[in-house]
């Protein structure tokens, strides 16, 4: 997956890689646009999320939760959590590995 050091998203689309693991296990990442970029066109974030959760149709594992060190979490972040909670479920958050990154 793509990655740069900037605070908007750098993912515009629903992007899926596959990699099999030494032991043998397939495994599948989905890197997601816009749950916290709303600047984003909330019709393309919705045909996007559409994708995604086709994409993760076998299930999910775990949900990476990347927040930046230099902000607090806002009310656009809650949103969006609450939003993953309404399409995956409540029990979403038992799976979300929450990632800080940025330098403090």
């Not at 596959?18 to 989905?30: A, D, E, K, S």
């Not at 749950?35 to 594992?61: M, P, R, Y």
């Not at 806002?74 to 929450?98: C, P, W």
């Amino acid at each position: 997956m793509r990655s740069m050091p900037r605070s908007a998203g750098v993912t515009s689309t629903c992007e899926l890689q596959r990699t099999q693991l030494p032991n043998g296990p397939i495994l599948n990442v989905i890197d997601t646009p816009g749950w916290f970029d709303f600047s984003i066109d909330l019709e393309i974030i919705g045909k996007e999320l559409v994708k995604c959760i086709d994409l993760a149709k076998d299930g999910i594992h775990a949900v990476l939760l990347v927040l930046s060190v230099r902000s607090h979490f806002s009310r656009e972040q809650q949103a969006a959590v609450q939003s993953l909670k309404h399409f995956f479920g409540n029990d979403i958050t038992d799976y979300m590995i929450v990632v800080f990154t940025g330098r403090s």
